[in-house]
């Protein structure tokens, strides 16, 4: 939970890491277990197997619901992600012969990873201008930000009509072209939009309207962050394709992984038997990595920590919300992932992303490493984030939402 500085000088981590760090720091038994992997059998490529990596993958398949079991390693979050995109269009064009799917729908707003595919289905105008024109083929709807929602925000809950978008977009592009819808569970990065009641379901029930897949990218909600062990669990859907990286590990070492349902992995089988999803990683699903997930998912599943993030988080969640400061216009999140919009006046104007450095840093003095969303949409840099270790007591929410009190107090 603690980090510190190269002054000996003591931060509380409000954002575990980059939103990662989800069991804590010095977790000896995880370096204990890279160690004696690495002693044992420093590597071998998947294109074989080898033992770690058959063990992780199986027991990710014992933590998801049946039938999501299939798993292809790699080192990040955005290899996941772009992954995840390439099964989709390969999947896409075996499960419909003669039919081009291959476009994907993504929110505004939403973060996928900086890897070309990853980057153009991210919502985030700034993340990608430098860079454009990015891979074709991919398109964005409005992700469900109640608090400025151009549909229902003067509504008292969301009508639903940002998911009702995916639809309408899939019949103008033409069903037979798309391949695939991807969401996070809870927008992340881009500012903490979790999805609302019945939105999942209702994404899912337009995907299976058009037969295109849902791949949930659970990079940041994977492992315990939203109160549950995944983030899809909110809701009663069934993704077809699942990414994850950050929580897999904890971050002790780099990890990404994808999972497919056995109807997908089905597809792949050629006449002779054999799935053929042609892609090589050299690191991808290293033994050593593969052993930090491990023993993660051991300490994960023993301290219960997704039960300890919604059972803290419900309580920082009630602490925030009695702050009374004119500068939070929103708060939202689920579990330990939390998002305050800062604003400026009765109009939602956000706080100049000068201001939120300024902010940022107050709580640092103070000892409380908080985040913030960057470079998401011009103008709107103005949401505070929380996703400190699951492993957060009462005491260290009390520390966090002090700091912010102090801080709102000095703006
Ligand atoms: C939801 C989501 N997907 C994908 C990624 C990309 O992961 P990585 O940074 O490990 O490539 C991130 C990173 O923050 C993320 O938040």
Redesign the pocket.
Known sequence: MLRFDPDGRRYLDGMAG??CVNVGYGRREIVDAVAAQMAQLAYYPLTQSHGPAARLAARMAGLLPRGLGRVFFSN????A?ETALKMARQCARRMHPGENRYKVIARHRG????TMG?LSATGQSPRRAAFEPLVPGFMHVPPPDHYRCSFCSSQPSCTLTCADEIERVIRMEGTETVAAVIA?PVI??GGVFPAPDGYLERVRAICDRYGVLLII?E??TGFGRTGKLFGFEHSGIQPDIL?F??GLTSAYLPL?ATVATERIFEAFQAEDGEAKFAQVSTFGGHPSSCAAGLANLEILTRERLWENSAAVGAYLFEKLRALRSPWIGDIRGAGLLVGMEIVTDANKTPLPEARMVQLQREMREAGVLVGRNNDSVPGYCNVLILSPPLTLNREQADTLVGAIEGGLARL
Not at 76 to 79: K, L, N, V, Y
């Open positions: 980059l939103f990040s979050g955005s290899e992600v973060y996928h990873g900086f990853a996070e992340g990065g990218d990079v940041i990414t990286a950050k990404g």
